[in-house]
Nanobody, 114 residues
Framework: QLKLVESGGGLAQAGGSLRVSCAGS????????MAWYRQAPEKQRERVAI??????NYADSVKGRFTISRGNAKNTVNLQMDNLKPEDTAVYYC?????????WGQGTQVTVSS
């Protein structure tokens, strides 16, 4: 059974940077697709970045500021967040499709102060 665990995040000032990481375990398979979502209070969960193989895609709201990349370890993915804005404040979730379902991590809080 796939398990995803996020780490990193925390508090940053506007214009600052944070990095969140996700480690997958429970499978020997390589996860082709991994993604980062976020959910702010009283808002719907939205996808911010996805990596499929080596191809990346970003939400317009984070394009040019966030970078998704695969970690050195198997089934790990990072999200580097630069030039943060208060509206980036949310719980960030890692996700990956696996065995005909989408697996989610527990989330990590990112808070950006103005």
């Amino acid at each position: 059974q796939l398990k995803l665990v996020e780490s990193g995040g925390g508090l940053a000032q506007a214009g600052g940077s944070l990095r969140v990481s996700c480690a997958g375990s429970g499978t020997e398979l390589n996860l082709t697709t991994m993604a980062w979502y976020r959910q702010a209070p009283e808002k719907q969960r939205e996808r911010v970045a996805i990596i499929v193989g080596g191809t990346t895609n970003y939400a317009d709201s984070v394009k040019g500021r966030f970078t998704i990349s695969r970690g050195n370890a198997k089934n790990t993915v990072n999200l580097q967040m630069d030039n943060l804005k208060p509206e980036d404040t949310a719980v960030y979730y890692c996700s990956a499709p696996f065995n005909s379902r989408v697996t989610w991590g527990q989330g990590t809080q990112v808070t950006v102060s103005s």
